[in-house]
Nanobody, 129 residues
Framework: QVQLVESGGGLVQAGGSLRLSCAASGLPLFNYRMGWFRQAPGKEREFVAVIGRAGIISRYTDSVKGRFTISRDNAKNTVYLQMNSLKPEDTAVYYC??????????????????????WGQGTQVAVSS
């Protein structure tokens, strides 16, 4: 049984930092590309970042480039999202997701929610102004 469990969310002031973690069980993490998505109230779930199996290649949505960093520790079966210089517009529930899909990391499907069959329950991030 595949399980992804996010943690590390919370309330932070604008300009602050948070580090999200996603612990995986029931699947060998090294076989999966891992993504972070977020969903703000009243909005659709959107792509934030994705990291390749070896942790060498990553991609980000434009709004978080230079502020967020995705990383992974396959030995610990854990993926991270370091979020710096947080803004109120980063407020959302953050989800990690896993996919076994292969192909170019720049392909649009890597940013699509339906490309990821495994999801965590989400962790809330709130950024006050």
């Amino acid at each position: 049984q595949v399980q992804l469990v996010e943690s590390g969310g919370g309330l932070v002031q604008a300009g602050g930092s948070l580090r999200l973690s996603c612990a995986a069980s029931g699947l060998p993490l090294f076989n999966y590309r891992m993504g972070w998505f977020r969903q703000a109230p009243g909005k659709e779930r959107e792509f934030v970042a994705v990291i390749g199996r070896a942790g060498i290649i990553s991609r980000y949505t434009d709004s978080v480039k230079g502020r967020f960093t995705i990383s992974r520790d396959n030995a610990k079966n854990t993926v991270y999202l370091q979020m710096n210089s947080l803004k109120p517009e980063d407020t959302a529930v953050y989800y990690c997701a896993a996919t076994s899909l292969r192909g170019g990391m720049d392909e649009p499907m890597m940013r699509a929610t339906n490309a990821y069959p495994h999801w965590g329950q989400g962790t809330q991030v709130a950024v006050s102004s």
